[in-house]
T-cell receptor, first 115, second 117 residues
């Protein structure tokens, strides 16, 4: 069975400080891992993904995430938070097998960047 | 990148009526599309997998006769909420996986906020 855990419902960080949004996953075989961001009443916007290769993945808006196979984690990070980064963030996983196109989402983490 | 367009973005309907939501892949073909439902402050819950030219696959607990899905072409899937009730009020989101080189990424529509009064 596939699953994603985002242990923090809410993360608050001061503007300019580094931020981390945590994600751990469970999947059979190799994972495809994703981060999406959602603004109020909007669909999901893609931030970044890990498919294979370098464990450190760089994405949109200065975000990055590190794939850690031994800890089954894929934490989202940004060196310096902006107020405009305040949104709902979802981690998602998909099994890396043909035909397994469904994404499993975490429960989401609401990030608030304080001016 | 690829674009998925969802329409309408917001709809209010009377209890007992039906509402159709469209999901289009604008610049790629999608043999499979997914419909999700999102309750306030909760994650996305997969409702069904829409397969072009065949019947949709519904998740456990989702009523097939209430949430009708049609995927008549490689660029369009529709979700019809039949005989809507206030408890059907929610945010509905569709997604599609592009084929070929883009196959490792899901693209999402803008979402539809359904309010049943």
């Amino acid at each position: 069975a596939q699953s994603v855990a985002q242990p923090e419902d809410q993360v608050n960080v001061a503007e300019g400080n580094p931020l981390t949004v945590k994600c751990t996953y469970s999947v059979s075989g190799n994972p495809y891992l994703f981060w999406y961001v959602q603004y109020p009443n909007r669909g999901l916007q893609f931030l970044l993904k890990y498919i294979t290769g370098d464990n450190l993945v760089k994405g949109s808006y200065g975000f990055e995430a590190e794939f850690n196979k031994s800890q089954t984690s894929f934490h989202l990070k940004k060196p310096s938070a902006l107020v405009s980064d305040s949104a709902l963030y979802f981690c998602a996983v998909r099994a890396a097998v043909t035909g397994a196109n469904n994404l499993f989402f975490g429960t989401g983490t609401r990030l608030t960047v304080i001016p | 990148g690829a674009v998925v367009s969802q329409h309408p973005s917001r709809v209010i309907c009377k209890s007992g009526t039906s509402v159709k939501i469209e999901c289009r892949s604008l610049d790629f073909q999608a043999t499979t599309m997914f419909w999700y439902r999102q309750f306030p402050k909760q994650s996305l819950m997969l409702m069904a997998t829409s397969n072009e030219g065949s019947k949709a696959t519904y998740e456990q607990g989702v009523e097939k006769d209430k949430f009708l899905i049609n995927h008549a072409s490689l660029t369009l899937s529709t979700l019809t909420v039949t005989s809507a009730h206030p408890e059907d009020s929610s945010f509905y989101i569709c997604s599609a996986w592009a084929t070929g080189i883009l196959n490792t990424e899901a693209f999402f529509g803008q979402g539809t906020r359904l309010t049943v009064v």
